[in-house]
């Protein structure tokens, strides 16, 4: 059994439009694979139903083995925790420090300062930011500003990783940088699905590739290339 | 990252009762150093809603105040209950002799004191310096205009009726010319009571309402300002009391800090009127101190401070924050 999976799931809006037709998967607890395809193919729709963020019109959306809907309001928070998500734009708080922005997911959890802090900044060292901590978001490069999105992401040290076009506003170089860090964080164990539509950098990262168009899961192939390990 | 534990791992059950309850308790450490901050770095803005809250909360208290004094002052003038008993004029000193020791005969009566034409002219010369006119209408007149008066103290537990009753038989005494029973100030001070309680009551829920419709608006503003974090915390696994528990602490907060404003407002206002009402009350032979201002009422105005924040919390977070359930 697959570590993602969705079965048979749509999607459908209020407005009646399908963000996902009859869409089915599975990826494999540790590895790393990306969804591709154009704005409004329904790369997002498929992130928000595996964050539980939004629910399937019909279908199963099922990961280790538990479809999310038996999970219900009172567990899904705990689920989340074990899920680092990366958005296009970030999403700092700009008047939080890099190590506050970082540490937002921990403050949820049983863990005194010192180990939030402790953790801090190995995520911080991870994404090269250790010199950053004390700094505001506006004091940093998009590169920069992504990188800490990034370590915010994995300082709960995830299971799955979900990034959404985290690469859409960076230069090819911090691209490559990024992705360069989802494969360390896959070798980790964590399983990592990014959604991008920059098929120039995919198609260097050596692995799985889902096509979505109109909705619909179109393709699917395995591609073997430079970035399979770093 | 340099430590692999745990990283491949998914445990979709909720955590031991324990790890919540740590987590349960940083959680609201937390929160109660943010909010210190939060209020802190917003000292202004902070202190113009705990004085609307507090401004709120006087009026309530002080007709509170109002009401326990009124109380106590009706209570002591009841055990002054009696009646004024005036002579016709001119009536023969055998006959005022004469009532006198009939009137200390009676059960009820405690003390009877009497006030001889010559002294009722001369408290009324006393009472003639204002007014030059008056003054000059005593002196101008030869013969003393003025009855004798008795004045009777009854027992404490005399009732209004039995009052009336006294002063029915007593006017049919030879010589009375009326009887007055001072228990009627009693009967107004009690309708006054009667009046300031449903007012104060009707007055007070409007101020209080008041009250939470400052902190409401207080609570939902800091929410629009955090919506960019709530969104995040929804994200990455916050519990729907985590979301709401720092808008629940600006609600206590604020109604706390209006409470300790109400009180300090009161006691300005108790302390400017204290001279001049403690003078009134002894001008009516009344050495009452003002009561109510206790710990308990101090205690009291915190703790409705506080449950109205709280109420102005809950309301903010249940019309903006419905929409973060599903950390959307």
Sequence with gaps: MAFLELQHVTRRFDNGQEGLSDVSLGIEQGTMAFITGHSGAGKSTLLKLLIGVEAPTSGRVVVDGCDLRSLGAKRMPWYRRQIGIVLQDHNLL??????????????????????????VRGALSTVDLSDKGSLFPRHLSTGEQQRVGIARAVVTRPSIILADEPTGNLDPFLSRQVMALFHQF??????VLVASHDI??????????????????????????????? | MTESQGMSGLSLDRPPLQKRLLAWFWDHKRVAAETTLFVSQRLVASFLVWLMV????????????????????????????????????GAPDAQISSLAASLAAEDRVQQVTLITPEQALQELRGQTDDSEFLRQALDAIDTNPLPAAFSLVLDDDASYLQLEALSRRLLTEPGVDDVVIQSTWLERLRDLSELARRGGTGLSVILLLAAVLVTFASVRLAIESRLGELHILG???????????????????????????????????????????????????????????????????LFLGWLLGILGALLAMSQRLGGFSRGS
């Excluded at chain 2, 909360?57 to 003038?77: K, M, R, V, Y």
Aim: net charge neutral; hydrophobic share 45%; proline share 4%.
């Design chain 1, 94 to 119: 700009p008047d939080r420090t890099v190590f506050d922005n970082v540490a937002l997911p921990l403050q949820l959890s049983p863990l005194s300062a010192k180990d939030i802090a402790r953790r």
């Design chain 1, 186 to 191: 896959r070798d980790l164990g964590s399983t």
């Design chain 1, 200 to 230: 120039d950098l995919i198609k260097d990262q050596g692995c799985r590739i889902l096509h979505l168009s109109q909705g619909s899961l179109v393709q699917d192939t395995q591609l073997a290339g430079a970035g399979e390990s770093s």
């Design chain 2, 54 to 89: 507090g401004m709120a909360l006087t009026l309530p208290g002080l007709l509170w105040i109002a009401q326990s004094n009124l109380d106590a002052f009706a209570g002591q003038w009841q055990g002054k209950a009696g009646l004024t008993l005036y002579m016709k004029v």
């Design chain 2, 235 to 301: 994200l990455v696994g916050a519990t729907s009391g985590q979301m709401r528990r720092p808008f629940l602490y600006f609600g206590a907060a604020y109604g706390l800090g209006g409470g300790m404003m109400a009180i300090m407002l009161i006691a300005v206002f108790l302390n400017s009127i204290e001279t001049p009402m403690r003078s009134l009350l002894l001008s009516y032979q009344l050495g009452i101190e003002l009561a109510g201002f206790t710990g308990s009422f101090l205690l009291a105005v």
